[in-house]
């Protein structure tokens, strides 16, 4: 008996140990999450890689990893966009690569879930833009994820946004329409302030997006046509208001709308 009751108790023991660790392991990821985050407002490549550094040390770790995987995804897709910026082709192209391949990894353990299917896309899309002799070959990728992420989230103000943008960019021969676009964006901006104001299920599972949204939304207004100049004044106020240190809107939106 007491054999039988020490054993009960070192396995009670180890259960606790490995509950105090993933407790531990999810603290790490939110604070490495929300460095990646704010690097990305502020165009900081170091505090990305920073970021992405933290989360590799989580892709093993229990109760974590697929998110550790999506973050690692979202870090990289973040960090792409940057190099961009900077011209960094090769960097950004290698970077999107990786974007992929976490998202990809995320899925392998989540895959009925659609914000990793919307990841997926978001990787894939900076893989085939900045390489053109691989879009055809991550074409198919790329529909069955946005189709798969639509069917799972159809009211995912993420998932809406990478249709939206979809939509905006494609060409009319593709399916593509702006004004079809930018109408899904704002039904996406709707679906983000009602996800503002619900209580979070899971603080680790994303909730990203909703200054984005608005941010990124005033460049789409400025390329209508004719530009939708005074929509686009009232998103890039609304994002700077919830992030004054969203370096995309203060350098190149708020020019525009100086001239």
């Not at 660790?21 to 999450?33: H, S, Y």
């Not at 960090?79 to 990809?104: I, M, N």
Request: aromatic share 8%; glycine share 6%.
């Amino acid at each position: 008996m007491r054999l039988w009751c020490s054993a009960l108790v070192v396995v009670a023991l180890i259960a606790a140990a490995e509950a105090t660790k993933a407790v531990g392991a999810r603290a790490v990821l939110i604070e490495a999450r929300n460095l990646a985050y704010d690097a990305n407002y502020r165009n900081d490549q170091a505090g990305l890689e920073s970021a992405i550094a933290t989360l590799q040390t989580l892709v093993d770790a229990a109760g974590v990893s697929a998110y550790a995987h999506y973050y690692l995804s979202w870090a990289y897709w973040a960090l792409a966009a940057s190099q961009v910026q900077e011209k960094d082709t090769p960097g950004a192209l290698a970077s999107g690569k990786q974007a992929v391949a976490h998202a990809r990894s995320g899925l392998a353990l989540r895959g009925d879930d659609p914000e990793f299917h919307t990841a997926l896309v978001n990787g894939l899309v900076v893989v085939g833009f900045l390489d053109g002799t691989q879009f055809k070959t991550v074409l198919p990728e790329l529909t069955a994820a946005r189709v798969k992420a639509i069917e799972l989230g159809p009211r995912n103000p993420r998932v809406l946004m990478m249709d939206a943008g979809a939509i905006f960019n494609s060409p009319p021969e593709a399916g593509g329409s702006r004004e079809r676009g930018l109408a899904r964006w704002e039904e996406a901006l709707r679906l983000f302030e009602a996800e503002s104001n619900a209580a979070a299920a899971d603080p680790i599972a994303p909730s990203w997006g909703h200054a984005l949204a608005y941010g990124w939304v005033s460049g789409l207004y400025l390329r209508m046509t004719p530009p939708q100049t005074e929509n686009a004044r009232r998103a890039a106020d609304t994002a700077l208001r919830m992030r004054p240190d969203f370096w995309w809107v203060r350098e190149q939106i708020l020019p525009q709308l100086r001239e």
